[in-house]
């Protein structure tokens, strides 16, 4: 694991606009909306920031047209690109008029007259994201959260998009560098309690209450890109929280991957009126095939992330709208119980299992296929708690592709009972701690084992194999707070090679386990062979690529023959 010292900045010393905000009373979000995940249409992965007020009136028609708005696809939302570069003389945010020549309220009226919700984008900074003629230019509404709430709401808008750039000072993007997180998430041992982001969410908190004070109800989606671990600070603030880095464009499935493993730890923060933002959809564009398509939809829908279509609907392909028009599909989305899918258990470089409980009392499967090709697979029902179920596949039932998903509708399943393990610290005396690998005290009741990789091992002894040996459940405790804002050879995850009795190690890909070094992931399972009778076992944690695997705590085995 690295450890990075923190410079820390102040994001807002330079802003008295800072003090006046940090005065107002802290108001829990409590707006009634979202009970369900947003679905609607956003522009930005198919037209950028460039996009015209002909590209919004199509599209606006696209989606009646093709049936998508009647499935619930309701909100119509702007992305960048649509303000001016100068406020009015009075400070009012305004547009741009080559652009949007009948101008925004004009916009609004039109989108609302077919029956969509409106939505407006603007940016927590002094600019927003993008460039004009190389130069950061477009207005961003830090210190004038105010009276850009009313003017937005004057205009009729029902939801915000709320981006990051340029929130540190007018001249520093944001993005991943500088790492405005390094303030915020304290890389040093034992770390301060990570839900304390209080120097990161006024820019956020501002826009949240002048939205609430303008008595309109607005969606509030916040767009920082999961820099500063939102999930456990944004239930208050947004409806929605980005948690990921964008997912393109163009997308690709290192992305969707990219995106997977940085929700694995957050997914319980997620619930009726507050979501983690997946990103918006690349359903209908290059990139992905269409069975990478399909799994990105159906995990995005599964993990209640909002579905927003971001593709050029003037003629989609076939494959297209049949992704985003399966109605089982939405309908885990739009569940009412409003409960994300979690992580169960990796298969490394094969498939994922994820699950989660539905509203009848039913629950999701989802398996992802991680394999280049198509294959069949055998889903063992007690990698999500079942001894059996009856199944209702809500794809379609043919071969798993390369990269595709098989989403499952399980009910009236028989609960397989809880395997009861055997623990074996890390950090024992009969541990074997070695090559550079060495303890670390989390807290009073957490110690992992670290360093381990770049040479150093862990290797647990005196296992026991039980009376037959062989292929155990293993259930191993981890922390792996190494989280990237763009893609790394395993991004937002890290490998462990694990050998049993000296064999042949297996690879086994763990996600992060939270944005700081002191959140653990516990129980991650993982099938282990060539156990011998007796307690006479080791078994060794290494990386040999010259790369760490996460800090260990418990390895738990349970000696039964998987
Ligand atoms: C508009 O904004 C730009 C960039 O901030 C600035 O250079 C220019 O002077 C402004 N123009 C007017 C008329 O205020
Ligand atoms: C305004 O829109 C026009 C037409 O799309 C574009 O050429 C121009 O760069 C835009 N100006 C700004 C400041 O965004
Ligand atoms: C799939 O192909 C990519 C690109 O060739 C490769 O990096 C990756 O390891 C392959 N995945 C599996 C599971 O074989
Ligand atoms: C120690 O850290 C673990 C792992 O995040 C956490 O579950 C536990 O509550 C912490 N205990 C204390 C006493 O802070």
Request: overall charge negative.
């Amino acid at each position: 694991m690295e450890i990075l010292e923190s410079p820390g900045l102040d994001i807002f010393s330079d802003s008295e606009t800072f003090v006046a905000l940090q005065a107002l009373a802290f108001v829990g979000l409590n707006n009634d909306l979202e009970r369900t995940p947003a679905m609607g249409w956003n522009p930005y992965n198919a037209f950028l920031c460039s996009t015209t007020e002909e590209q919004y009136l199509t599209a606006a028609s696209n989606l009646i047209d093709t049936g998508l708005k009647s499935l619930g696809y309701e909100y119509f939302n702007f992305d960048c690109g649509w303000q001016g570069t100068n406020r009015t003389a009075s400070g009012t945010i305004t547009w741009n008029e080559t652009r949007i020549p009948s101008g925004i309220p004009a916009l609004g009226q039109h989108v609302h007259g077919l029956g969509f919700k409106f939505g407006v984008y603007s940016d927590a900074g002094y600019y927003s994201c993008d460039f004009v003629n190389g130069q950061a230019h477009w207005i961003g509404s830090l210190g004038y959260e105010l009276s850009d709430a009313k003017t937005f709401t004057s205009w009729g808008a029902d939801y915000l998009k709320y981006d990051n750039c340029y929130s540190v000072s007018p001249t520093d993007f944001v993005d991943d560098y500088p790492p405005i997180r390094l303030e915020v998430i304290v890389f040093s041992f034992p770390s301060s309690n990570n839900a304390d982001s209080s120097k990161s969410k006024p820019h956020y908190t501002a826009m949240r209450d002048a939205l609430a004070g303008t008595g309109r109800p607005v969606a509030f989606s916040m767009c920082e890109w999961g820099v500063q671990d939102p999930a456990r600070w944004a239930p208050a603030v947004g409806n929605s929280w980005r948690i990921a880095n964008d997912i393109g464009p163009p997308p690709s499935w290192d992305n969707v991957f990219r995106i997977i493993n940085q929700v694995v730890p957050i997914t319980g923060f997620a619930g009726p009126g507050a979501w983690n933002d997946l990103d918006l959809l690349e359903v209908g564009n290059e990139g992905l095939s269409v069975a990478e398509q399909a799994s990105h939809f159906a995990f995005w829908a599964a993990a209640k992330s909002p579905l927003l279509v971001s593709t050029d609907l003037t003629s989609p392909a076939e494959s297209t709208l049949t992704i985003l028009k399966n109605t089982r599909i939405i309908a885990l989305n739009q569940d009412p119980l409003g409960t994300s899918i979690t992580f169960k258990r990796r298969y490394t470089n094969d498939y994922d299992v994820w699950a989660g409980p539905l509203a009848d009392g039913s629950t999701v499967a989802v398996l992802l296929n991680w394999q280049n090709s198509s294959r069949s697979l055998t889903f063992d029902l007690s990698d999500v708690g079942f001894e059996s179920a009856e199944a209702i596949d809500l794809w379609t039932g043919d071969n798993l592709a390369a990269h595709g998903s098989l989403v499952l509708k399980l009910a009236d399943g028989a609960e397989a009972p809880a395997p009861s393990f055997f623990y074996y610290p890390a950090a024992a005396s009969s541990s074997v701690i070695a090559g550079g690998a060495s303890t670390r005290v989390v807290n009073s009741t957490v110690t992992v084992v670290g360093y381990i990789g770049m040479g150093g091992t862990l290797t647990f002894t005196n296992v026991d194999g039980g009376t037959t040996g062989g292929t155990k459940l293993v259930s191993l405790d981890y922390i792996n707070a190494d989280y990237t804002f763009t893609n790394t050879a395993c991004s937002n995850c890290r490998n462990a090679w694990v050998s049993v009795n000296g064999g042949e190690a297996v690879q086994v890909q763990m996600p992060i386990s939270g944005q700081s070094w002191d959140i653990k992931f516990s129980g991650y399972y993982v099938g282990l062979s060539d156990f011998i009778p007796g307690a006479n076992n080791t078994v060794e944690f290494s990386n040999p690529n010259n790369a760490w695997a996460p800090d260990m705590q418990f390895e738990n085995c349970y000696c039964r023959n998987e």
